[in-house]
């Protein structure tokens, strides 16, 4: 399935996954509005991948943002073929050193955030007949890891998102697919503890490689769920 001429929206554009998603999607044909709060980065992204590539400062933990920040890109654009929610951050602390604003942000920003981005656009879904979801979870959301309980939290909780969304969605041909990596060489994982994540790292371009896989399906063909994990070499 050709993708030239797909108009996609990407949250957490800016860095990592969805930078790197922004790039591969613009090199098959398709046109990109990237979402996200950093615009340098999103600038610097711009001038090298020109008008196929389009972004917009939001924050998708505001409803309020996202549903105008997406009402104006469907407007401009004229329809919408995907949304692929990427956007998420972890902070790890034991959970009785970790703040309620703390939670609060994790969950948020990367759950609620997914919620609202994928209520905004499901109306213009329907309407067109088909399109698809795609929500970037993590292996952290299908087993438990220490001092990460808001974005175990976050994370469990978009996967069980994901798949209520796939079972209700799809009669109205619209696919939606969890993309659950383990640990990925980004700046995400320069953060997180070194006995928390695999020695053995994934690559951004490894997950948007996945997420290109799902897109290019069969209309009649739903990917509900891909795990990815590194592997490694053992001597």
């Known amino acids: 399935m050709s993708l030239t001429g797909k108009v996609f929206i990407i ?14 999607l613009v090199a098959s044909g398709s046109q990109v509005y990237g979402i996200s709060r950093r615009e340098p980065e999103l600038k ?28 104006n890109i469907i407007s401009q654009a004229g329809k ?12 790890f602390k034991a959970i009785d050193e970790l703040s309620v604003e703390e939670w609060d942000s994790q969950i948020h920003t990367n759950l609620s955030g997914a919620f609202y981005c994928s209520k905004a656009v499901i109306p213009e879904l329907k309407k067109q007949g088909g399109g698809s979801i795609i929500n970037i979870a993590s292996i ?9 309980s808001a974005y175990n939290a976050s ?18 041909g619209i696919r939606v697919t969890a993309i659950c990596p383990g640990s990925v060489d980004t700046p995400f994982f320069q953060d997180i503890p070194s006995n928390l994540v695999s020695a053995y790292k994934l690559t951004a371009s490894d997950i948007a490689e996945s ?13 509900d769920k891909i795990v990815l994990r590194p592997a490694g070499k053992r001597i």
């Not at 949250?11 to 591969?24: N, P, Q």
């Not at 290109?212 to 739903?222: A, F, R």
């Open 44 to 71: 610097k992204i711009q001038s090298e991948l020109g008008s196929a590539f389009q972004y917009v400062l939001a924050d998708v933990s505001s409803w309020d943002q996202v549903s105008k920040t997406i009402q």
């Open 211 to 223: 997420v290109i896989y799902v897109l290019n399906q069969p209309d009649h063909l739903v990917v």
């Open 140 to 148: 952290a959301g299908l087993q438990a890891i220490p001092n990460a």
């Open 80 to 91: 919408l073929d995907g949304l692929i929610n990427n956007a998420g951050f972890g902070l």
């Open 11 to 24: 949250t957490g554009a800016s860095s990592g996954i969805g930078e790197e998603l922004s790039r591969k």
């Open 155 to 172: 994370k469990f909780g978009m996967i069980g998102m994901s798949e209520s969304m796939m079972l209700e969605l799809r009669p109205f």
